[in-house]
């Protein structure tokens, strides 16, 4: 029976390491791509809007906002998304990219290349748009 106990004790035990081993990998590659950056981002862009909303809030109370309201909240929830979706070899992998020259070249320009996508993208569907509705009036199903 101490030797089941036992057995079981350890089957739990490094279950449990081998968890906590991949929630560090995943902490490490939200680091590396800078998503660990997005609760700051957030933050930064949301308190301005309530400092416009009212203005005679001193500039100490906004700062205590941003210590508070820090990202470990927003990991916590990050974390367990990464680990349902990747193994933990996945990830192990996923870091061994980031950590080398191409992965941090593209960390350098993936919001460049975002950017540049957004604007892409919302040129394309403003054209297609007209193109659709220019359609539409060729074929007699609109009148403008």
């Given at each position: 029976?101490?030797?089941?106990?036992?057995?079981?004790?350890?089957?739990?035990?490094?279950?449990?390491?081998?968890?906590?081993?991949?929630?560090?990998?995943?902490?490490?590659?939200?680091?590396?791509?800078?998503?660990?950056?997005?609760?700051?981002?957030?933050?930064?862009?949301?308190?301005?809007?309530?400092?416009?909303?009212?203005?005679?809030?001193?500039?100490?109370?906004?700062?205590?906002?941003?210590?508070?309201?820090?990202?470990?909240?927003?990991?916590?929830?990050?974390?367990?998304?990464?680990?349902?979706?990747?193994?933990?070899?996945?990830?192990k992998d996923l870091i061994a990219f980031?950590?080398?020259?191409?992965?941090?070249?593209?960390?350098?320009?993936?919001?460049?290349?975002?950017?540049?996508?957004?604007?892409?993208?919302?040129?394309?569907?403003?054209?297609?748009?007209?193109?659709?509705?220019?359609?539409?009036?060729?074929?007699?199903?609109?009148?403008?």
């Amino acid at each position: 029976m101490k030797r089941i106990t036992a057995i079981v004790f350890f089957l739990i035990l490094a279950f449990s390491l081998s968890g906590q081993s991949k929630a560090d990998d995943i902490q490490t590659l939200l680091e590396l791509t800078n998503s660990a950056d997005l609760s700051r981002q957030v933050i930064e862009m949301l308190i301005p809007q309530y400092q416009s909303m009212v203005p005679d809030v001193p500039g100490e109370y906004w700062q205590g906002l941003i210590d508070e309201f820090n990202g470990d909240e927003l990991m916590g929830l990050i974390i367990p998304i990464y680990d349902r979706n990747f193994t933990h070899d996945e990830i192990k992998d996923l870091i061994a990219f980031y950590e080398s020259p191409t992965g941090r070249r593209f960390i350098e320009l993936q919001p460049k290349i975002m950017q540049e996508s957004m604007e892409a993208g919302q040129k394309w569907g403003m054209e297609l748009a007209q193109r659709i509705q220019q359609r539409l009036v060729d074929d007699g199903h609109l009148s403008l």
